[in-house]
């Protein structure tokens, strides 16, 4: 079925960038919605962790994340000597691989050290 729109009720090129316009603005509010809800439940999977493992209350847990929001808040993705200094840091630490997902790798070395 072939349908025709009047000429008359044609988008204008201004409205067509404006309906453009709108509709990014609602993809990046559900980006950002998504990424924040991300951030909320690694807290919570941290906070619960911590406190498991370790015995972190309430005041240290309440420290820690006010540290790691105000690091998101500072550094963005584009801070790359930043980054480049998170990495090194985590390399020092011995946690990088396992953070940028070389997880496999990691943990059979960890069994093997077990043994």
């Known amino acids: 079925m072939k349908s025709k729109i009047p000429i008359q009720t044609k988008i204008s090129r201004k409205e067509l960038e404006e309906l453009r316009s709108y509709c990014d603005g609602l993809a990046q509010d559900g980006f950002m919605k998504n990424s924040e809800r991300a951030m909320r439940r690694w807290f919570k999977l941290l906070a619960v962790a911590l406190n498991e493992r370790y015995g972190f209350g309430k005041d240290r847990l309440f420290r820690l994340f006010g540290d790691l929001t105000e ?4 550094h963005d993705e584009e801070d790359i000597e930043f980054w480049t200094h998170a ?3 985590c390399e020092q630490i ?10 496999t790798q990691k943990n059979e070395s960890v069994k093997m050290k077990q043994r």
């Not at 011995?94 to 997880?103: M, W």
């Open 87 to 89: 990495d090194r840091r």
């Open 71 to 74: 690091l998101i808040r500072i």
């Open 94 to 103: 011995g946690v990088l691989d396992v953070i940028e997902g070389n997880l």
